[in-house]
């Protein structure tokens, strides 16, 4: 058990640690254009109110200082009907843990979001009856934008 306890603990270390790596991109980027237009996508494996996607988003009721308000990421998904909002199954357990992050000015040019959960399988069980995954056991998250 102890080595469950610790593999756990540092995979979660290892995901705040990239996620703070991101957080820092993402301020150098805002820094020498602060209207950039800035997306962020892909598995953050971590569920919108834990603290890698809260640590990349930077919300201005997290950060409590609304000068910073500007930098912070939008969290698209959030859009989508709670019951559709997830892209992994997993034991049973529908899991949103694919993001895609915006801008506020990329945000304002959200035309739509959509997962495509439909055919996606339960991945604990893929893996427990057969060993491996072919594929991903994640659902497509697309946005589409305006650019005129």
């Not at 988003?57 to 559709?84: F, I, M």
Request: proline share 3%; with cysteine.
């Amino acid at each position: 058990m102890s080595g469950w306890a610790e593999g756990y603990f540092l995979s979660s270390l290892k995901r705040t640690g990239q996620a703070l790596e991101l957080r820092l991109l993402v301020d150098d980027i805002f820094a020498r254009d602060p209207e950039r237009l800035i997306a962020v996508a892909g598995d953050f494996n971590a569920e919108d109110h834990e603290t890698p996607l809260r640590l990349v988003v930077a919300a201005e009721e997290e950060t409590g200082n609304s000068a910073l308000a500007s930098r912070s990421l939008a969290v698209l998904d959030r859009a989508l009907p709670r019951d559709r909002r997830w892209s992994v199954l997993h034991r049973g357990r529908p899991e949103m843990l694919d993001h895609i992050l915006a801008s506020r000015t990329l945000c304002g040019r959200l035309r739509g979001i959509e997962v495509h959960n439909e055919g996606v399988s339960d991945e604990a069980l893929g893996a427990a009856q057969t060993g491996a995954i072919a594929g991903s056991s994640h659902a497509p998250l697309v946005a589409e934008f305006a650019w005129d």
